[in-house]
């Protein structure tokens, strides 16, 4: 019977982002899976494709034969197969986009087929085949003078036998057959290993005869029989304490071979600390105990575990995941972006050791292919990375850990738009495998859905070892002005700012600011500077006295007069990182004032050696934007201020009240780390925000409710579902014509529901918020109502012709309404 299968071809158009059929030729049917890669023609040309399905029916007549499969393994396994299939329908996104998030970015992956020598072969029963089978003596005597290993099609070729003979061979225990996954585009790593070459009697004869006259050799005999016999050479010679030489005298005297193998790049190097578990507090006891149950029902469940920064979640995590592996399971750990500090990794990594593999943007693509082929092979069982490390191709997987759930960078914001969460949860089904939910302020969706009694929640009330959380002080800036003062700092801010350099102890200051005015403004007729290529307005950048647009990085020389009326009356205001250094600097001459914000920390590295001189106290300041807030943990920091705490507040989205809790919960949580204790000092103009106070009182259910009241009212998540259709281009009429027609097309949609039309309501379009960035002019519309009438909806839309000039995109869920 004729099979067939359904191909995605690797070509990035919506017009071909539909699965063709292809025969697959007789010769590939026992082997051909769901998840292969093969080559495929389409149209004139030979192109790359992803095997979807196999069906037994074709729907065209004229259809082309699979020409080539690529890899002996599938490289997508069955389960990233249907995940790419969900997650493109689940994000309207296209498929071919989709596939390549799963997989190792920026490398052409292989799977080669090749043959090992086993590593007890002795050269006497090599020999002792020479006779009796001649095409195996044949195959042995190529991969030992290919120094133990080689590709499978590259021995039938040398020596002209068949797959057959190498088989017998690795029945018999002489060699072994596996698959890997290589790059072109990325070079192995390999290093020299040995093992003996004689048989164990014959090494244990020579050791006796020779442990008097050489007795380094001997002892590295000794080494190489007890530890396996098979060892990274300099490994060897370490532990026997002698050098390579040594091995190479061995080598020599025929005792023992050395070949090359194979190693993993490892980014992080050995030698981590090995730590074991901590001792659980009632509070963590309770939660693993949970956590444990969940894992021997083998169904998915969902925890959500709150706690403070330092009430020991990270410990709870660690914990888990060991039980998860005594279970033959694996774990995913995902963590914002920013705070994959080594750090963060060692702590991994020293209680699991190389069983961590970790993923993140900053590693070289060699490290990040290696760290893929360790999951990809089982030789990994944690991954600890970034968003996208929720694809690792476990085929084990128990747990999967989100910290900071709450981050905004688990969502990604181009194709396909998915959040790591929902992928996680997908995941847990599939797996029957429990989910962490981790964070000291979780977003006010999760927090529902723990209330709702879809979530478990777990509390972590305290601190380890109860260290108060630090008094925070919020001071109205209103009042300040009226009692004079026009500066930056209040006079509380500054008294305490004074008082701990005296006692030479650490400050952070935050300000969500960079730059030095956050506006450049002519008195004489109200123009503001903006950008001529977003609606945003410049901001002044002080060391080059530049005017730059934070969107898109355009810049010009500050003008001298104004650009509408040409009077010399141009002005700056408002306050960004570099004015509060300017002002720390003039009213503490000798403070020692690091600065880090988006400006400072470009260059690769810089980053860490701002924190490291920071924690060596080579510094008495730490002043940022949040990127400060998060994750750092340095006991000698007992003042946190925040300059202003309405930057976050003012922005035009609506979890902007969220935001701005988190970030002032998490700054304050730097404060008061070690054994001196802390405080935090908020300035604000606006200290009646519910935001504000529920930071100030560290009382994350009183901000809950507060902020749940006004989703409510407001109509926005978690009380509705929200989508939104974006709509771009460079020229606004044509824009603003392809949003009305999209609208158009989504009020049909809607008025075909079959249910209550109550159940979507479409609102616009209407210029974004973010009008116009990088040139590109921006229109949504925005749905809200029940999420499977939005996404039946979003179905009827996507799935309709769209002729449009313009760039269309849909969000689903989105993080914001910029
Ligand atoms: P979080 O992840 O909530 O910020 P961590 O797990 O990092 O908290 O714990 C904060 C600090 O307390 C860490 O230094 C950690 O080693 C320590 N710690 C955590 N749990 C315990 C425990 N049960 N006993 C002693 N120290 C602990
Ligand atoms: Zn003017
Ligand atoms: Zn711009």
């Not at 030095?516 to 950048?541: I, K, P």
């Not at 103009?685 to 009212?713: C, K, M």
Request: proline fraction near 6%; charged fraction near 25%; aromatic fraction near 6%.
């Amino acid at each position: 019977m004729e099979k067939y299968g359904e191909v995605i071809v690797d070509i990035p158009s919506q017009a071909v982002d539909r699965p063709f059929h292809y025969l697959i030729p007789p010769g590939l049917q026992s082997s051909l899976q769901p998840g292969h890669r093969v080559i495929v023609p389409f149209g004139a040309q030979k192109v790359v494709g992803y095997v979807m399905k196999i069906v037994d029916d074709c729907p065209v007549d004229q259809v082309k034969p699979i020409l080539r499969v690529l890899d002996e393994e599938p490289l997508l396994t069955r389960e990233m197969v249907d995940l790419a299939l969900w997650l493109a329908d689940h994000t309207y996104s296209r498929l071919a986009d989709t596939l390549r998030c799963l997989l190792p970015p920026g490398i052409h992956i292989k799977s080669e087929k090749y043959v090992e020598l086993a590593q007890v072969n002795a050269a006497e029963l090599i020999d002792e085949l020479k006779e009796r089978a001649p095409k195996q003596w044949a195959i042995l005597s190529y991969l030992e003078a290919a120094g133990g290993e080689a590709l499978w099609d590259d021995i039938r070729k040398g020596v002209q036998c068949q797959g057959a003979a190498i088989n017998a061979l690795a029945e018999k225990g002489y060699v072994a057959v596996k698959h890997r996954w290589t790059s072109p585009a990325v070079r192995t790593k390999r290093v020299p290993f040995c093992r003996l070459n004689v048989t164990q009697e014959a090494a244990i004869e020579w050791i006796e005869a020779n442990s008097r006259r050489a007795p380094k050799q001997a002892e590295l005999v000794r080494c190489l029989l007890e530890m396996g016999q098979h060892l990274a050479a300099s490994a060897l010679a370490a532990k026997a304490g002698t050098t390579l030489s040594t091995v190479r005298a061995l080598e020599e005297k025929g005792l023992i071979k050395r070949y090359w193998q194979e190693v993993y790049r490892d980014p992080y190097g050995k030698g981590a600390a090995v730590s074991g578990p901590l001792t659980p507090n009632p509070a963590q006891k309770e939660a693993l105990a949970a956590i444990i149950r969940a894992l021997d029902q083998k169904a998915k469940a969902v925890f959500l575990l709150r706690g403070v920064t330092g009430s020991g979640k990270t410990e709870v995590y660690l914990q888990a995941m060991a039980r998860a592996l005594e279970r033959g399971k694996q774990a995913i750990v995902l963590v914002p972006e920013i705070s994959l500090t080594p750090q963060t990794v060692r702590r991994f990594k020293s209680r699991f050791g190389q069983r961590v593999a970790v993923l993140h943007s900053a590693l070289s693509a060699g490290e990040r292919f290696d760290e893929w082929r360790r999951i990809r092979s089982g030789d990994a069982d944690i991954v600890v990375g970034a968003r996208s490390a929720v694809f690792a191709p476990f085929t084990r997987l128990g747990l999967i850990v989100i910290d900071e759930e709450h981050e905004q960078s688990y969502k990604q914001e181009e194709m396909p738009r998915y959040h790591a969460r929902d992928v996680a949860m997908w995941r847990a089904d599939r797996h029957g495998a429990v989910v962490i939910l981790g964070s000291a302020t979780p977003s006010v969706e999760s927090a529902y859905l723990a209330e709702a009694g879809v979530y478990r929640q777990l509390l972590l009330p305290d601190r380890i070892e109860t260290r108060p959380l630090p008094p925070v002080e919020i001071v109205d800036m209103r009042a300040e002005l009226k009692r004079g003062n026009r500066t930056i700092l209040s006079h509380k801010l500054r008294h305490a700012i004074r008082e701990r350099l005296g006692k030479k102890e650490q400050m952070i200051i935050l300000l969500n600011r960079r730059g030095y005015a956050t506006c450049v403004l002519c008195r004489e007729c109200g123009h503001v500077l903006q950008c001529t290529n977003c609606r945003v307005t410049l901001t002044y950048h002080e060391p080059d006295q530049s005017v730059r647009c934070h969107y898109c990085g355009w810049q010009m020389a500050l003008p001298r007069l104004c650009p509408e009326c040409r009077s010399d009356l141009l002005r700056r205001f408002g306050v960004g990182t570099q004015r509060v250094e300017e002002a720390l600097l003039r009213e503490f001459p000798g403070a020692r004032v690091l600065r880090m914000d988006l400006d400072t920390t470009r260059r690769k590295g810089a980053h860490g050696a701002i924190l490291s001189t920071f924690e060596r106290g080579d510094a008495d300041i730490l002043l940022g934007t949040q990127m400060i807030a998060k994750g750092l943990d340095f006991p000698n920091v007992t003042l946190v201020g925040v300059i202003t705490a309405d930057t976050a507040l003012n922005i035009p989205d609506f979890r902007a009240g969220e935001r701005t809790f988190q970030l002032l919960t998490q700054v304050a949580g730097r404060a008061g780390r070690g054994d001196k204790g802390g405080e935090v000092i908020i300035q604000t103009y606006t200290p009646e925000h519910y935001s504000i106070q529920a930071a100030g009182a560290h009382d994350y259910p009183a901000f809950y409710r507060e902020e749940l009241a006004f989703r409510r009212e407001m109509d926005y998540p978690p009380y509705t579902f929200l989508a939104r259709v974006l709509v771009s281009g460079p020229v606004e009429r044509e824009v603003i014509d392809t949003a009305q027609e999209a609208a158009e097309v989504l009020r049909t949609q809607i008025g075909a529901l079959e249910a209550e039309t109550d159940d979507v309501k479409a609102f616009g379009p209407s210029p974004a918020p973010l009008s116009l960035v990088r040139s590109r002019y921006r229109w949504h519309i925005v749905l809200k109502g029940k999420e499977a009438a939005v996404r039946k909806c979003l179905d009827g839309f996507v799935s309709h012709p769209q002729p449009y000039p313009c760039s269309v995109s849909v969000d689903a869920a989105p993080c914001a309404l910029l």
